[in-house]
């Protein structure tokens, strides 16, 4: 039953700033994507989303 529980959980997570930021640097495909990137969270990308 705690399996399941669990399971249900991360299910229902939403990830957070921090989360959603390392992953959509992580996406990048050289160093001027990874800049540009940067950049643009630098900017404010993710934390004027919601």
């Known amino acids: 039953m ?3 529980l669990k399971k249900l959980t991360r299910a229902l997570h ?3 700033v921090q989360e ?3 992953a959509y640097l992580n996406g990048s495909v050289d160093r ?5 990137r940067q950049r643009q ?3 404010g990308l ?3 989303s919601f």
């Open 2 to 4: 705690f399996k399941q």
């Open 14 to 16: 939403i990830p957070t």
């Open 20 to 22: 959603r930021e390392t």
């Open 32 to 36: 001027i994507d990874l800049e540009y």
């Open 41 to 43: 969270i630098d900017r």
């Open 46 to 48: 993710f934390r004027n």
